[in-house]
């Protein structure tokens, strides 16, 4: 049922390891590389392939708890064997946890962590036969009223931590099994009220009432044969039903117990300063709206804000924050370096060093612009080729716009002005063959690099869309980039997005999807602190920024830091 298990630290260490059957395309790098080195842990799962990857977090140790399973499979014990695996991992290794660094001195935990694996197996065996009990006692008798007593949860738990269950002595990985199926039944149960199932009274039928007879000549009949109807007689259907009542599963004793639970503003001022504690639930609610407020008012997209809030609250829940350090300067820490880390770009795009070795394989070095229309792509273009053309490289403009009225005179007033050669063929012609003779040209010439411009469009275009997939899986450059401006918010978002999916749905049967390579954020000198754009970029697509446009002379292209982004969105 179970492909492959892992126990994981943050840092990407793989501590254990266990195979049960041959598993395709390492889910378990997936995982790392896009969840944890991207900070992605909002949520608890992923589809890769035909793999369902499930993990579980534990913020005090920096561990992840991993199960890969086939996704089609409805496996309603793994949230179970994840606890379980947490509860008994710790329980062996903390001292080893507790000791030392693993990051730094790593032999030993991995060397010891080996003899994890008969431990998981009778922990495994417990959880599927707790699991597969309780679906058979579903079938048989229906789904059973759930205990809601207190009394009856607080059984449940000395139940399952005690030695023996049924007369049998319990091992280890029975115990701990029983004890995270009997936390789990503890925690959905509590005081409920419902309405009453009790059906209401049944209606009298109306008693007959007798009615006064006529006489063929108009005179009344017997007077003792009509009476007037008494109140009692009266039709029930002209009386309002009974109310019904709210009550009770279990009769309260206390007022309090109705109460939500909830800490005095004191209570949280000394938790936020004082006391060796862990981050709970009700901590993380009291300051992630305002750091999702504070993000969105920077321009980050009301999605990415979200995500990332999750994120953070999902790696600092249960983690333990020393005295004398706040609480809010805690979390403020945590999402500096998970920005910091989304930002920095997890390839180098070196586009000096590829042009060099495109060289020494005699072919020209390919770079496609694509975006929205009026973000700055022709200009932009123009000052990356002035930048090439700055170190010595040879530079060839493919005009490939051939949609726009004016684009390829726009581009011919650049070229003139930086000497850069523009390609073109008019309007009205297949772009994806413009550029193929682009490049036929460049190789036959030896120009070092060719830049292809395209059609601004919008991202809904299905014609142009697919002229640009067309265009890019036909011509495969070497390098695509997205250019979009830093003054977009929602909207940026959704237009890399539709970008990207449909570049790789545009391909060709049998190719590899192509999408995105890289980002050029544009107007980044009109934001001041708002540059919450280029994280909402970087997120969505996982790509890195190669430039940012910082003014209108061909100059004006800079390498985007990091850390200048991370600081103006939380100061």
């Not at 197996?121 to 036969?129: C, D, N, S």
């Not at 586009?351 to 792509?377: H, Q, W």
């Not at 060719?450 to 299905?462: C, F």
């Amino acid at each position: 049922m179970i492909d492959e298990i892992a126990i994981l630290h943050k840092g990407g260490l793989v501590l254990w390891r266990h195979f049960f059957s041959t598993v395709r395309g390492n889910p378990i790098n997936q995982l790392i590389k896009t969840v944890l080195l991207e900070d992605r842990a909002g949520d608890n799962s992923l589809i890769h392939d035909t793999y369902k990857v499930q993990w579980l977090l534990e913020n005090d140790f920096d561990l992840v708890f991993v199960v890969v399973y086939q996704h089609l499979l409805a496996l309603n014990y793994i949230d179970n064997l994840l606890e379980g695996m947490k509860c008994a991992f710790i329980q062996k290794f903390q001292s080893q946890l507790s000791s030392r660094s693993i990051l730094s001195d790593p032999k030993d935990i991995l060397l010891e962590a080996n003899s994890f694996t008969p431990d998981f197996k009778e922990l495994l065996k417990a959880v599927e036969t707790l699991a597969e009990e309780t679906r058979m006692k579903t079938r048989q008798k229906g789904i059973a009223k759930k205990d809601t007593s207190n009394d009856a949860a607080d059984a449940a738990a000395a139940e399952a931590t005690s030695p023996t269950l049924g007369g049998k002595k319990l091992t280890m990985g029975q115990k701990i099994a029983a004890k995270v199926a009997a936390q789990k039944e503890a925690k959905n149960s509590g005081l409920s009220r419902k309405t009453s199932t009790k059906a209401p009274p049944k209606k009298a039928p109306p008693k007959k009432v007798a009615r006064p007879k006529w006489n063929e000549d108009g005179t009344m009949g017997d007077p003792n044969a009509y009476h007037a109807p008494k109140e009692d007689e009266l039709e029930t259907s002209a009386r309002l039903p009974p109310t019904e009542t709210i009550v009770a599963e279990d009769d309260p004793t206390k007022l309090d117990d109705w109460k939500p639970k909830t800490r005095s503003r004191f209570t949280n001022f000394l938790r936020d300063r004082f006391g060796n504690r862990a981050v709970d639930e009700e901590d993380l609610k009291t300051i992630m709206p305002s750091l999702r407020e504070m993000m969105t008012s920077k321009n980050v997209a009301q999605e990415i804000a979200e995500r990332l809030c999750d994120s953070a609250s999902a790696e600092l829940q249960g983690k333990t924050i020393p005295n004398f350090t706040s609480l809010s300067a805690t979390i403020k820490k945590s999402l500096e370096a998970s920005l910091l880390r989304i930002l920095t770009p997890k390839r180098d795009v070196n586009i000096l060093r590829e042009v060099s070795k495109a060289r020494d394989l005699g072919r020209p070095y390919t770079i496609a612009f694509c975006g929205v229309n009026g973000v700055g792509k022709s200009t932009t273009l123009s000052k990356v080729a002035y930048w090439l053309k700055s170190n010595n490289l040879s530079v060839l403009i493919a005009a490939c716009d051939t949609f726009r009225s004016g684009a390829v005179e726009q581009l011919q007033v650049h070229s003139g002005r930086i000497n850069v050669p523009v390609f073109q063929k008019g309007y009205a012609k297949d772009a994806a063959e413009v550029a193929r003779d682009a490049l036929v040209k460049a190789k036959k010439e030896k120009h070092d690099v060719v830049l292809i411009d395209t059609a601004g469009r919008m991202q809904d275009n299905e014609p142009l869309m697919r002229s640009l997939g067309k265009l890019i899986h036909s011509n495969k450059p070497d390098l695509v980039l997205f250019v979009g401006e830093a003054l977009v918010g929602n909207d940026g978002v959704d237009q890399l997005r539709k970008f990207n999916s449909s570049l790789e749905d545009y391909s060709p049967p049998g190719e590899p999807p192509r999408g995105i390579d890289g980002l050029i954020v544009t107007k980044f000198d009109t934001i001041d602190d708002k540059m919450g754009a280029a994280i909402s970029m970087v997120y969505q697509s996982g790509q890195p920024i190669v430039f940012v446009g910082v003014g209108q002379s061909y100059q004006d292209l800079r390498e985007l830091n990091p850390q200048v982004v991370v600081n103006a969105l939380l100061d």
